[in-house]
């Protein structure tokens, strides 16, 4: 079972609109969370990384939060642009190297 | 280079035969990662390298596959007698240092005919 679980799979939003995407894990022990972006035939790229202790860490439009307490992240996109069209991926990392577990993403389609 | 760079981008190959994949990381990165994303799927972790030594291969799927990486920097993947299964987009990171942020190459699309 993928110990990290990403809701939506995809969603569809108006161009200027706000959205949210979801990201549950369980893996322990704890080290850092990142969000990625990875358009299309591209490789991701980092958005934001937090800590146990960060809550909260922003990134131009982009808003990650971290309950550490209930292992929930989420992720906010504010007035979205066509060009925020992407697979938005979230990555815990646990291992005493920093390996990453990865969740299987959430598309998100921006139209006009 | 400015970012970690992969080769080929593409690669047909017919079900049997031998790939090799290469990656060219961030110079002065030392650790160095690869990752394999099928369609639809998480990316799975397969190999980690620290300088030229492979502390962690659990993600390796099978004895077919195998990385090395030389001099600190070019690493290469290889695949042997190939499967349809192994279909997928091949992707490499580096960072400057294991837990430091992981900056991705474009990938390499292994197709198996």
Same mark, same amino acid.
């Given at each position: 079972k993928n110990q990290v679980e990403q809701s939506?799979?995809?969603?569809i939003i108006l161009e200027g609109k706000n959205c949210t995407l979801q990201c549950n894990y369980t893996v322990s022990p704890f080290s850092n969370l990142r969000w990625y972006k990875q358009d299309t035939g591209r490789g991701p790229v980092s958005l934001t990384i937090m800590t146990f202790s960060e809550n909260t860490k922003s990134n131009g439009r982009y808003t990650a939060t971290l309950d550490a307490d209930t292992k929930q992240s989420s992720l906010h996109i504010t007035a979205s642009q066509l060009s925020d069209s992407a697979s938005y991926i979230c990555v815990v990392s646990a291992d005493s190297w920093g390996k990453l577990q990865f969740g299987a993403g959430t598309q998100v389609v921006v139209t006009p | 280079g400015a970012g970690v760079s992969q080769s080929p981008s593409n690669k047909v190959t017919e079900k049997g035969k031998d790939v090799e994949l290469r990656c060219d990381p961030i110079s002065?990165?030392? !650790?160095?990662?690869?990752?394999?994303?099928s369609l639809g799927q998480g990316l799975e972790f397969l190999i980690y390298f620290q300088g030229n030594s492979a502390p962690d291969k659990s993600g390796l799927p099978s004895d077919r596959?195998? !990385?090395?990486?030389?001099g600190g920097s070019v690493s290469t993947l290889t695949i042997q007698r190939t499967q349809q299964e192994d279909s997928a987009v091949y992707l490499c990171a580096s960072s400057r240092e294991a837990k430091n942020i992981q900056y991705f190459g474009a990938g390499t699309r292994l197709s198996v005919l």
């Open positions: 939506p799979q995809s969603l | 002065g990165h030392t !650790a160095l990662y690869w990752y394999r994303q596959f195998s !990385a090395e990486r030389t």
